[in-house]
């Protein structure tokens, strides 16, 4: 085993202009040591040119679920409806782990800027050998119903955020069927984060934009692979290179997905069973740090871990429990069970637009809430919630007891609701914790079956002031809190017509202290990224907001 010393560089791989305890011991092989994520880098991974890669090979992993919707633009779809989709549907633009972006000209040959009358107007030009696998031509009308099923407006589709395409008030034919004029209503800076994924224009039909229900559409898709089989029973899926793909042919020829619980996905790596296993908890980290033929990465990953509180169960519907609730969280102890056993610890996140490595981050949850237990049991005397003879706080004859629904078999999550319940019990709430299997995330976070809910919000790039919306808004498919207000969506629309990006920037850190004031959801902690690779495995591991074109994901050359 090998646990690297990253370097900040570049991936060579990227297109050119292209889209964490306190300290442990070192062990000799270059571990990372810190207590604020300082020494943490952006990426970390073996990096290697595709002329460096074999042709051929296998990368089979494991995966948290095989979402029943796979519609990544539906509102029910979830992180693992985006992974799956990105295996064989158009990715028109990459990333730097830094965030610096870039069109794949695969897709995007060029996009101009321009400013008319006060509107941003776009003007894409598409790749003239582009093309869907049934043989529609990926062209301007991509665009246009990329647009058209986003921004919100036709209640045919439920779309998971509106952000950024409600603003467009067009999307044109240009010159030819291969450039896409796209007009905005006003200035809008962040459009970079805009049409990252496209649509094929069959899915402008409502019946087959919600036709994703345990379904795939192959010949919807493009790219360097195409489905070979998903099995939604047993969890498993496989792409195959695809023979109508017109860039570089893909280095692997099959990418496998098998759905597993945590602790499974670890046995079956140490088995040889796949080729790369997440190990961001103690357990996980330990059981594969000194495997034989085995590289540890360790970098940045854009996840934020939070509570999601349900203001429309019957006892949080109470802002000031809510409230309480937050301030009798001590995060620092979350903290130290979070990072212990691991290589490195980052500092606990206080927003959900920017993270902390990003330069214009602001701590606004420890202006709002913080560890203050014992104003939180002043809080719940004012609300009327009375301690009772077991220490329970009790209000018209029934307890303050919230029901906390976690997924996954993770001893490390077990771990923190445990945590959780005792140091909530210290200010007379009571915890009930209710286990699941992460194969029912999905459903349990559409049902709303739960007071208080553990999971991410993931970014796939670096403008996070421009999902403000989707975090925050009372009608947001992301933030299934039920704890926005109409006065709040007021001010959240009026942030997203301010005309520059500093102007936001400034707006949405004031805006998100107001936001994060209706305890709704609470930033918990900042993911590190770990991971565990077989010694081969190429472009594969930590990345913050990079990625790497999936034809040049392969084993090295022998």
């Not at 989709?85 to 990459?94: E, G």
């Not at 990333?95 to 894409?124: A, M, R």
């Not at 990072?339 to 330069?359: D, M, R």
């Not at 709303?448 to 989707?470: E, H, L, R, W």
Request: hydrophobic share 35%; with cysteine.
């Amino acid at each position: 085993m090998k646990l690297h010393t990253p370097t900040k560089k570049l991936v060579a791989v990227l297109s050119a202009s292209a889209l964490a305890l306190a300290a442990c011991g070192d062990d000799g092989s270059g571990s990372v040591s810190t207590t604020d994520g300082a020494g943490v880098p952006d990426a970390d991974f073996n990096e290697q040119d595709r002329d460096n890669l074999k042709d051929g090979g296998t990368l089979t992993t494991a995966i948290g679920e095989i979402s029943e919707q796979q519609n990544p633009f539906h509102a029910d779809g979830t992180l693992y409806s985006t992974i799956m989709w990105s295996w064989y549907n158009p990715m028109t633009v990459h990333y730097s782990p830094e965030g610096e972006w870039s069109t794949d000209p695969n897709y995007i040959l060029d996009v101009k800027e321009e400013e008319e009358d006060g509107k941003t107007k776009l003007t894409y030009e598409i790749n003239e050998d582009a093309t869907f696998n049934d043989g529609t031509p990926i062209d301007w009308r991509a665009w246009e119903t990329t647009w058209k099923i986003n921004e919100g407006k036709d209640e045919a589709y439920t779309p998971s955020s509106t952000d950024g395409y409600e603003q467009i008030t067009s999307v044109e034919k240009g010159e030819t069927d291969k450039e896409a004029v796209v007009t905005f209503a006003g200035t809008y800076p962040w459009w970079q984060g805009l049409f990252n994924f496209i649509a094929h224009p069959e899915l402008a039909n409502p019946d087959n934009y919600n036709s994703y229900l345990k379904e795939v559409h192959p010949e919807w898709g493009a790219g360097p692979f195409k489905i070979e089989d998903v099995d939604f029973q047993n969890g498993n899926a496989t792409f195959v290179r695809n023979e109508k793909w017109w860039g570089d042919t893909a280095k692997l020829d099959k990418r496998v997905f098998r759905q597993m619980e945590s602790q499974a996905a670890i046995n079956a790596f140490k088995n040889g069973e796949i080729d790369a296993v997440s190990a961001s908890s103690r357990s996980d980290y330990a059981a594969v740090k000194d495997l034989a033929d085995t590289e540890i990465y360790v970098g940045r990953a854009p996840k934020n871990t939070l509570f999601l509180l349900n203001g429309e169960s019957d006892i949080l519907k109470d802002i000031k429990v809510r409230e309480a609730f937050a301030k009798g969280l001590d995060r620092e102890q979350l903290a130290d069970i979070w990072y212990q056993g691991l290589p490195a610890k980052l500092e606990n996140p206080g927003s959900f637009i920017f993270y902390p490595f990003q330069k214009d981050y602001e701590d606004n949850f420890e202006a709002v809430a913080g560890y203050h237990p014992e104003e939180a049991k002043q809080i719940l005397d004012e609300a009327g919630w009375t301690e009772g003879a077991d220490g329970i706080r009790e209000k018209d004859g029934e307890k303050l007891t919230l029901r906390y629904v976690l997924v996954g078999e993770s001893d490390l999550v077990k771990s923190s609701a445990q945590a959780t319940q005792q140091m909530l019990k210290n200010i007379g709430i009571d915890i009930s914790i209710d286990v699941r299997p992460s194969s029912e995330f999905s459903k349990t976070l559409q049902s709303k079956n739960y007071d208080i809910f553990p999971m991410g919000f993931s970014s796939s790039d670096p403008y996070g002031v421009a999902y403000f919306g989707q975090t925050y808004r009372s009608d947001s498919q992301l933030n299934r809190s039920n704890t926005g207000t109409p006065e709040l969506d007021e001010k959240i629309a009026e942030l997203q017509k301010l005309p520059t990006r500093e102007e936001q920037i400034k707006r949405s850190n004031e805006l998100e202290k107001e936001a994060l004031a209706r305890y709704g959801i609470l930033p918990i902690n900042t993911a590190l990224g770990v991971s565990a690779v077989k010694s081969g495995l190429a472009n594969v591991g930590p990345m913050a907001f990079g990625d790497v074109p999936i034809e040049n994901i392969g084993w090295v050359k022998e």
